[in-house]
């Protein structure tokens, strides 16, 4: 599975950005798909996931009400929609997808990231 990454940028605080992942290869074995984020000097941390099958969704509470996460599963692509954007949002985000073989064994795959500022 590849990933690509897109819409990263500068914005302002109070802003808005979509950031877009289009993904290729075996796609169909992609059970989940979700964006993670990593800030300077901090860990990776989840962001927002969503499932293939049911669009069920899960959010970091710090985005709650303001990202929406979601997938189109013809076209193969995942977005965050950011909303009220606020310097605590500065940071690279990252597409991951999970998927899961014939024997139920995981994998993750990871895009190259994309660079959010938010300047207040």
């Known amino acids: 599975v590849q990933l690509a990454e897109s819409g990263g940028g500068l914005v302002q605080a109070g802003g808005s950005l979509r950031l877009s992942c289009a993904a290729s290869g075996m796609t169909f074995r992609i059970n989940s798909m979700g964006w993670y984020r990593q800030a300077p000097g901090k860990q990776r941390e989840l962001v927002a996931a969503i499932t293939t099958f049911g669009g069920i969704t899960n959010y970091a509470d710090s985005v709650k009400g303001r990202f929406t996460i979601s997938k189109d599963n013809v076209k193969n692509t995942m977005y965050l929609q950011m909303n009220s954007l606020n310097a605590e949002d500065t940071a690279v985000y990252y597409c991951?997808?999970?998927?899961?073989?014939?024997?139920?064994?995981?994998?993750?795959?990871w895009g190259q990231g994309t660079q959010v500022t938010v300047s207040s």
């Open positions: 991951n997808a999970q998927t899961r073989d014939l024997i139920g064994a995981t994998s993750h795959y």
